[in-house]
Nanobody
Framework: QVQLVESGGGLVQAGGSLRLSCAAS????????MGWFRQAPGKAREFVAA????????RYADSVKGRCTISRDNAKNTMFLQMNSLKPEDTAVYYC???????????????WGQGTQVSVSS
């Protein structure tokens, strides 16, 4: 199991940017595919983005494609989500996820962090 701690959330105006971070500890970070999910009030948790252990493969939800970039620094055991052109509908709690491969991350079949709140005002 890997422990995950998200940071970087906050309140931003529409059109603004935020960079979320996910710090991992426990097992070897570089062995895991990683990803981001989000959950808005009253809605189910949904996939946002995923990245393979090497960083060579990424996937994005259609709702964030072109506005968000997922990346990782294996030397620092940290993953990032750069979010640009934020919209009010991006408001949600954002969760970091880790699993053995990208398919498992996308399926939500892995370890989770506690989440960080992102709020976008119109």
């Amino acid at each position: 199991q890997v422990q995950l701690v998200e940071s970087g959330g906050g309140l931003v105006q529409a059109g603004g940017s935020l960079r979320l971070s996910c710090a991992a500890s426990g097992r070897t970070f570089s062995l895991y595919a990683m990803g981001w999910f989000r959950q808005a009030p009253g809605k189910a948790r949904e996939f946002v983005a995923a990245i393979s252990w090497s960083g060579g493969l990424t996937r994005y939800a259609d709702s964030v494609k072109g506005r968000c970039t997922i990346s990782r620094d294996n030397a620092k055991n940290t993953m990032f989500l750069q979010m640009n052109s934020l919209k009010p509908e991006d408001t949600a709690v954002y969760y970091c996820a880790a699993a053995m491969n990208v398919d498992m991350v996308v399926a939500g079949d892995g370890d989770w962090g506690q989440g960080t709140q992102v709020s976008v005002s119109s």
